[in-house]
């Protein structure tokens, strides 16, 4: 099993921005790729970001491409997600996710973790 806490979610203005954080426990070995979902009020969960553990290869939805970046520590075993320039639009609970494969937007997921609350005020 692998575990996955997220942190760093709050309400910021329109144009701030905000650090997502993720800490991974367990069985991390059994994974490759991690990434960031999202679910905005009334709307399916959609990809947001996913990178490599090795190597470092990102992959980014078009609509934050340019606004957020993805990065990961593999010492401390933590995930990241910088986000700047946000959009009332960006509103959604934001969910780390652990999981195999190439890191595309279709890379299998295995795990997920309880999801952090991003608001951005017009």
């Known amino acids: 099993q692998v575990q996955l806490v997220e942190s760093g979610g709050g309400l910021v203005q329109a144009g701030g921005s905000l650090r997502l954080s993720c800490s991974a426990s367990?069985?991390?070995?059994?994974?490759?790729?991690m990434g960031w979902f999202r679910q905005g009020p009334g709307k399916e969960r959609e990809f947001v970001a996913a990178?490599?553990?090795?190597?470092?290869?990102?992959v980014y939805a078009d609509s934050v491409k340019g606004r957020f970046t993805i990065s990961r520590d593999n010492a401390k075993n933590t995930l990241y997600l910088q986000m700047n320039s946000l959009k009332p639009e960006d509103t959604a609970v934001y969910f780390c996710?652990?999981?195999?494969?190439?890191?595309?937007?279709?890379?299998?997921?295995?795990?997920w973790g309880q999801g952090t609350q991003v608001t951005v005020s017009s």
């Open positions: 990178i490599s553990w090795i190597g470092g290869s990102t």
């Open positions: 996710a652990a999981g195999s494969g190439a890191p595309t937007p279709k890379y299998k997921v295995n795990y």
């Open positions: 367990g069985r991390t070995f059994t994974t490759n790729v």
